[in-house]
């Protein structure tokens, strides 16, 4: 079965920089989730979008922004990088909002240096 | 807020028994929970997921349970094998609101 596809999956990049990483969901998924997950740490949710706008939003630095295409693919960019957003960045698709899971791709590995 | 715990960093297992991971959840509001896998290297991968108005759902070797009284649910995995090796994180979410918020992950090790 198709899955979640991100791209980069390692990237890296000095201070102050910027990144963008990509997501292409599950086809037919309609929603999208941003997770960061630092060393030995839990996923913690960054920003969600659902039919192309934004439905939630976590603790996403303002440095960060993202949205979600025509296609249903969504971007995450990221500028004035700093070394603690060194993290694996996730990103999740689901059909609908309301209790359907959310399934993962094996994410971008973004190291600052 | 939202907080989600398991409590136990590691699980080691005998290969063929069955384990148990325990989470605990904070928001009574939360209507909607999930377990992960996460193997090296890789995103978390769906095992189960149950909604508040469930006590028990099971699955493939596997068996979630929810104790709303308590705030506390756990996944059973029967027979466990070498492949089950990985960490498991359960996550819950608000009504009305899409984000996860993850427990802290309980590494399961599987001994031969």
């Known amino acids: 079965a198709a899955g979640v596809i991100q791209s980069p999956r390692h990237l890296i990049k000095e201070k102050r920089e910027t990144a963008t990483l990509k997501c292409y969901p599950i086809p037919r998924h309609d929603t999208v989730y941003w997770y960061q997950q630092g060393p030995g740490q839990d996923p913690q949710f960054l920003i969600s979008f659902y039919e192309k706008m934004q439905s939630d939003k976590g603790s996403i630095p303002d440095r960060f922004s993202a949205q979600q295409f025509s296609d249903y693919h969504s971007e995450l960019n990221m500028s004035s990088l700093e070394l603690g957003d060194s993290a694996l960045y996730f990103c999740a698709s689901s059909r609908g909002q309301t209790n359907q899971p959310q399934h993962f791709g094996d994410g971008t590995r973004l190291s600052i240096l | ?112």
Not at chain 2, 1 to 19: A, K
Not at chain 2, 73 to 84: E, F, H, R, V, W
Not at chain 2, 92 to 107: E, I, P, Q, S, V
Request: aromatic share 8%; net charge positive; with cysteine.
């Open chain 2, 1 to 112: 807020g939202e907080s989600v715990g398991l409590h136990l960093p590691t699980l080691s297992v005998q290969e063929g028994d069955n384990s148990i991971i325990n989470c605990a959840y904070s928001n009574s509001a939360s209507d909607y929970f999930i377990w992960y896998k996460q193997e090296s290297g890789k995103g978390p991968q769906f095992i189960i997921d149950i909604r508040s108005n469930m006590d028990k759902r099971q699955g493939q070797r596997v068996t979630v349970l929810l104790n709303k009284t308590v705030k506390h649910l756990s996944l059973q995995i029967a027979a466990t094998q070498p492949g089950d090796s990985a960490v498991y994180f359960c996550a819950a979410r608000k009504a009305a609101g899409n984000k996860l918020t993850f427990g802290g992950g309980t590494r399961v090790l599987v001994k031969p």
